[in-house]
């Protein structure tokens, strides 16, 4: 079992700048790959970015690539997405995902643990 809480939404100019953190429990978090999903009012949850047990590879979906960065640190059980360049169109509720497998993977029906999501608002 793999518990997930995520932090570090906010409201944000465009041009801006926003980490997102994870924080995961459960003694697997090290053998899991991990995702960071996003859902925008009446739309389907997105996949943004993953990121494999070790770190050594990550996915990114197009509006994510050159801007955003997945990172993970299994020492301290977390997950991080580095925001930069926001936009408006970024704005949504951003979901951290762990998945029993050990490589990372775009589909949200590939992931088996959720969080609750944290918000981030990005102002034109």
């Known amino acids: 079992q793999v518990q997930l809480v995520e932090s570090g939404g906010g409201l944000v100019q465009a041009g801006g700048s926003l980490r997102l953190s994870c924080a995961a429990s459960?003694?697997?978090?090290?053998?899991?790959?991990m995702g960071w999903f996003r859902q925008a009012p009446g739309k389907e949850r997105d996949f943004v970015a993953a990121?494999?047990?070790?770190?050594?590879?990550?996915r990114y979906a197009d509006s994510a690539k050159d801007r955003f960065t997945i990172s993970r640190d299994n020492a301290k059980n977390q997950v991080y997405l580095q925001m930069n360049r926001l936009k408006p169109e970024d704005t949504a509720v951003y979901y951290c995902a762990a998945r029993s497998y050990s490589s990372p993977a775009s589909s949200a029906g590939d992931y088996d643990y959720w969080g609750q999501g944290t918000q981030v608002t990005v102002s034109s």
């Open positions: 990121i494999s047990r070790a770190g050594a590879s990550t």
């Open positions: 459960g003694r697997t978090f090290s053998s899991n790959g």
